[in-house]
């Protein structure tokens, strides 16, 4: 029997359950809302992910989401308000990696943004679309399981944009099960519509 092996001792930071933001998100701030999770990904994050996007078009390259966490009723409110690429990832057109390397410098990122946690982490799917695969959806369960707020933020640069959001989507373990959190407003511009159909690969 084969059983499944450990996922790194990493520091993600502890959570410090805090009071909620209310009311509507600031300008430049993305909303997508599930049953127990909203996520506002602020407009530094959204552009730090499409500039990295934009260094490797046909590549899919990722790292890690930073910001805080709140508690919202029985759920949580995610704001993400930065990300620290994965400059050593190693990236394929269909796949990506983090090795060693990309792990270290990512800790080493991490302790000097001490402020913020790590909320997640994202990748990009060129020209694929949005959604998780299989391998995303194992590499969120090994190392993004052990808290429920942890979400994952999949960007394809080829993907239409647009007030729904297409290109961009946000996943999280809502009400229990791993799912795509509907993109529900965009503080600067109109309100857009319900999240694509999951698909799988
Ligand atoms: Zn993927």
Same mark, same amino acid.
């Given at each position: 029997? !084969?059983? *499944?092996? *450990?996922? $790194?001792? %990493?520091?993600?930071?502890?959570?410090?359950?805090? $009071?909620? %933001? &209310?009311?509507?998100?600031?300008?430049?701030?993305?909303?997508?809302?599930?049953?127990? !999770?909203?996520?506002?990904?602020?407009?530094?994050?959204?552009?730090?992910? #499409?500039?990295?996007?934009?260094?490797? $078009?046909?590549?899919?390259?990722?790292?890690?989401? !930073?910001?805080?966490? +709140?508690?919202?009723? &029985?759920?949580?409110?995610?704001?993400?308000?930065?990300?620290? *690429?994965?400059?050593?990832?190693? &990236?394929?057109?269909?796949?990506?990696? /983090?090795?060693?390397?990309?792990?270290?410098?990512?800790?080493?990122?991490? =302790?000097?943004?001490?402020?913020? #946690?790590?909320?997640?982490? +994202?990748?990009?799917?060129?020209? !694929?679309?949005?959604?998780? &695969?299989?391998?995303?959806?194992?590499? =969120?369960?090994?190392?993004?399981?052990?808290? *429920?707020? +942890?979400?994952?933020?999949? /960007?394809?640069?080829?993907?239409?944009?647009?007030?729904?959001?297409?290109?961009?989507?946000? /996943?999280?373990? @809502? @009400?229990?099960?791993?799912?795509?959190?509907?993109?529900?407003?965009?503080?600067?511009?109109?309100?857009?519509?319900?999240?694509?159909?999951? #698909?799988?690969?």
């Amino acid at each position: 029997m !084969i059983s *499944p092996s *450990p996922a $790194p001792a %990493i520091d993600w930071g502890a959570l410090v359950v805090q $009071p909620a %933001i &209310s009311g509507t998100p600031a300008r430049g701030v993305r909303r997508f809302a599930g049953q127990t !999770i909203v996520c506002e990904l602020q407009d530094l994050a959204e552009r730090t992910v #499409r500039d990295h996007a934009a260094t490797a $078009p046909r590549l899919e390259v990722g790292g890690l989401l !930073i910001g805080d966490v +709140y508690t919202a009723g &029985s759920g949580f409110h995610v704001d993400v308000s930065g990300a620290l *690429p994965a400059r050593r990832a190693i &990236s394929g057109m269909l796949h990506l990696r /983090f090795g060693v390397a990309a792990w270290l410098d990512l800790t080493r990122e991490r =302790h000097l943004r001490k402020r913020e #946690r790590v909320v997640g982490w +994202y990748h990009t799917h060129p020209g !694929i679309g949005v959604f998780l &695969s299989a391998t995303d959806r194992n590499l =969120h369960g090994a190392f993004f399981c052990g808290l *429920p707020w +942890y979400v994952a933020l999949v /960007f394809d640069p080829a993907g239409p944009a647009g007030p729904a959001g297409d290109e961009l989507g946000v /996943f999280a373990q @809502d @009400d229990g099960a791993l799912g795509q959190l509907a993109a529900v407003a965009r503080a600067d511009g109109p309100l857009a519509g319900q999240a694509g159909q999951e #698909r799988s690969t």
